[in-house]
């Protein structure tokens, strides 16, 4: 599975961003989808998860409310939109696929895409 990020850019604080991920070599109903974000200096962190089917989701407590991820499977592409951005939201964010639901949250076994840099100014 190849991924592709896309949809980032520099935005105010309060704003919102939607970012895609352009998934390719096979179906992506096939998996579970991911974002991950990696601030300057800090490791890279989960941000939020969505099942194949799209049924089910989880987040990371610091963007719950605020992200919420979707996908559409008939075009291979799963989204993260980002409303009320907070400068600390500024990072690279990655996407990511994996068998495995709760393999995405850990970040095992996952196809991981090129990063899509979001920068939030106050």
């Known amino acids: 599975v190849q991924l592709q990020a896309s949809g980032g850019g520099l935005v105010q604080a309060g704003g919102s961003l939607r970012l895609s991920c352009a998934a390719s070599g096979r179906a992506l109903s096939s998996y579970h989808m991911g974002w991950f974000r990696q601030a300057p200096g800090k490791e890279r962190e989960f941000v939020a998860v969505?099942?194949?089917?799209?049924?089910?989701?989880y987040y990371t407590d610091s963007v719950k409310g605020r992200f919420t991820i979707s996908r559409d499977n008939a075009k291979n592409t799963s989204y993260l939109q980002m409303s009320s951005l907070k400068p600390e939201d500024t990072a690279v964010y990655y996407c990511?696929?994996?068998?495995?639901?709760?393999?995405?949250?850990?970040?095992?076994?996952?196809?991981w895409g090129k990063g899509t840099q979001v920068t939030v100014s106050s």
């Open positions: 990511a696929a994996s068998a495995s639901f709760w393999g995405v949250v850990e970040g095992r076994g996952n196809y």
């Open positions: 969505i099942s194949g089917s799209g049924g089910n989701t």
